[in-house]
């Protein structure tokens, strides 16, 4: 099993522009989560989902990021306009329906 | 709300040694799971044990284990024989039973000394 897949690993781009983060989950897990970790705030909720259906987005900061799930195997978290207080680690997460969740790998944003 | 607090910021063990990471949580559910996750240098999140709260006897990973007391709503992490490649932060972790909302504690950063 290859585990969470996260794309780009890292991600440097100019305040102002469109950033995607991407994710694949494990085959087979129902839900996927967005994290999102910083030194000051630790790793926070973004949102997650139940079967490709956005459960809880209650986390996400502000209009300007907005998830998706299309199918089970991919998951998108895109942040437009992006900026410097967006720099931070994004985790994606997978789960087995209610138990422990599977990290991938992270990727690291810096917004300039 | 739930909370998962981790009292200790920063730790130190002696390699070979044994050490104990403290958490406490705090719910008015019955149902419910706990983690311990660790975090090497390299980012990634790496589970490494879990109790489910309606199980009494503690869970066990080789050098990992903890003690789950229900009651007190405590769940410590005690590492045998340390090794360096233990150094990490690590995360305690509670999800409820009926939803998949983890809260995690603030984090332990053990430091292992040769």
């Known amino acids: 099993d290859a585990g969470v897949i996260q794309s780009p690993r890292h991600e440097v781009t100019e305040m102002g522009q469109e950033v995607t983060l991407r994710c694949k989950p494990i085959s087979g897990h129902n839900s996927l989560f967005w994290y999102r970790q910083t030194m000051m705030r630790g790793l926070e909720l973004l949102i997650y989902f139940n079967n490709n259906v956005p459960i809880d987005d209650s986390g996400m900061p502000e209009d300007r990021f907005s998830a998706k799930m299309p199918n ?7 942040i437009q306009p992006s900026e410097p207080r967006d720099s931070a680690v994004y ?3 997978s789960s087995p329906q209610g138990n422990e969740q599977y990290f991938g790998p992270g990727t690291r944003l810096t917004v300039t | ?3 998962v607090t ?4 920063e730790m130190s063990v002696q390699e070979a040694e044994t050490v104990t990471l403290s958490c406490t949580y705090d719910t008015s559910e019955s149902d419910y799971y706990l983690f311990w996750y660790k975090q090497p240098p390299s980012r990634q999140m790496i589970l490494v044990i879990r109790q489910e709260a309606y199980k009494q006897q503690n869970a066990t990973e080789n050098r990992f284990s903890v003690n789950f007391q229900k009651a007190a709503k405590s769940f410590s992490l ?3 024989d340390s090794q360096l490649g233990d150094a990490a932060m690590y995360f305690c972790a509670y999800i409820s039973g009926g939803y998949q909302k983890v809260t995690f504690g603030t984090g332990t950063k053990l430091q292992v000394i040769p």
Do not use: G
């Open chain 2, 1 to 3: 709300a739930q909370t």
């Open chain 1, 91 to 93: 985790f994606c997460a």
């Open chain 2, 78 to 80: 005690k590492i045998s």
């Open chain 1, 72 to 78: 089970a195997s991919f998951s998108t978290l895109k």
């Open chain 2, 6 to 9: 981790q009292s200790q910021p």
